[in-house]
């Protein structure tokens, strides 16, 4: 096993160099899934993905990362961490468990430091049946002329309307209206989309190539942005349903949280990217969580969010102030020192034992 720190990268470019080279050190086969545009740096973007384990295997864990783009700094260090995990490795195989490492679903946010996809979407608002009317999120349209103002930092102005808006309705409210997603406002926060954006259709392909066989199906995916700095919520990522639910409990404990019975930090969301499982394996016995991962209060990661879409709309905005945003994007949703390193390591591992143990029981 690597030192957990060396595991994480600075950039998209080195996270899927170690990733990439901690798939091949072992010989696993490697299949990319190339994006469309380049990253940030002129860098080639890809969907890359690993599978650990026999191509027939009928029990299979998911392992993902930069659903939300930018989260995937951490998420790709947990994936090079457990490549390089000859322990863990040999528990899924002495089970039976294949392993699919689906590293960086939105390879543009990640290079860009964008939590949305390079259409502007919340990748984890997409996953609609787009032939059917889709959701109205009314409460967004009461905080979106608060969320981008005509200039950034925020006035005074823009300050006291929204601390009255939370005042008012609080900050459940709040963080409800702006995070549950909306399919009106394309240049607005949490934007669902009118169509399956590259990254939904990809990770579809990569599912439907690996769906076959298959009868037990587990999915971590990693995310980072809320609850206490460093710890790990398990939330319940499936259907609203008592017997996966339960099921999801008996993996992972009791402390899984749910964003139906209101246990978890998350809003009730639309458009998940676990509802494709139903879609792409419905032969499966599907039990899966989100890993959502601490690291700012609330108050600021929402903040962080604003001025990236900001900056989004206003790509003229002086070189020193978008250096300034990008940075307190990173801050949000990715802490830079080793002990956060540790704790997110070792709270995943944990994880992916539990859940080689469920799928096997």
Not at 36 to 45: F, N, Y
Not at 143 to 158: A, D, K, M, R, S
Not at 271 to 295: K, R, S, V, W
């Amino acid at each position: 096993m690597i030192p957990i720190p060396a595991a994480f990268s600075g950039s998209y470019a080195e996270a899927r160099t170690k990733f990439l080279e901690g798939a091949a050190s072992l010989g696993l086969r490697i299949h990319s899934h190339l994006h469309p545009l380049k990253g940030r740096d002129g860098e080639t973007l890809a969907m890359d993905v690993v599978r650990d384990g026999p191509a027939d295997a009928d029990r299979l864990l998911i392992v993902s990362s930069a659903c939300h783009g930018v989260e995937g700094y951490c998420g790709s260090g947990v994936q090079v961490a457990a490549l390089a995990d000859a322990e863990w490795r040999e528990k899924a195989r002495a089970q039976g468990v294949a392993v699919l490492y689906i590293h960086a679903l939105n390879p543009y946010g990640f290079s860009h430091i964008r939590r949305v996809t390079q259409e502007n979407v919340d990748l984890n608002r997409n996953f609609h049946d787009f032939s059917q009317a889709l959701p109205v999120n009314s409460a967004y349209r009461d905080v979106q002329p608060l969320l981008l103002p005509e200039h950034w930092p925020p006035g005074p102005e823009n300050l006291a309307a929204t601390a009255a808006f939370i005042a008012e309705r609080g900050m459940p409210a709040f963080q409800a209206a702006v995070s549950g997603g909306q399919h009106e406002f394309p240049d607005g926060l949490f934007f669902g989309g009118t169509a399956p954006t590259w990254s939904n259709q990809t990770v579809r392909t990569v599912l439907r190539q690996h769906a076959a066989g298959v009868k037990r199906l587990g999915w971590i995916d990693l995310h980072t942005g809320l609850g206490p700095s460093g710890h790990g919520e398990r939330i319940f990522a499936a259907r609203d349903d008592d017997a996966t639910l339960a099921r999801a409990r008996a993996w992972w404990g009791d402390a899984v949280t749910s964003m139906y019975d209101g246990s978890s930090t998350s809003a009730r969301l639309t458009g998940l990217m676990c509802f494709a499982a139903y879609d792409e394996f419905p032969q499966a016995e599907y039990t899966a969580i989100a890993m959502e991962y601490g690291t700012q209060p609330l108050p600021e990661v929402m903040d962080a969010l604003r001025g990236d879409h900001w900056l989004h709309l206003h790509p003229e905005a002086p070189p020193e102030l978008a250096r300034q945003i990008k940075q307190t994007m990173m801050d949000a949703f990715y802490t830079d020192t080793d002990a956060w390193k540790g704790q997110i390591v070792s709270q995943a591992r944990q994880a992916m034992f539990q859940a080689v143990d469920g799928l096997s029981s």
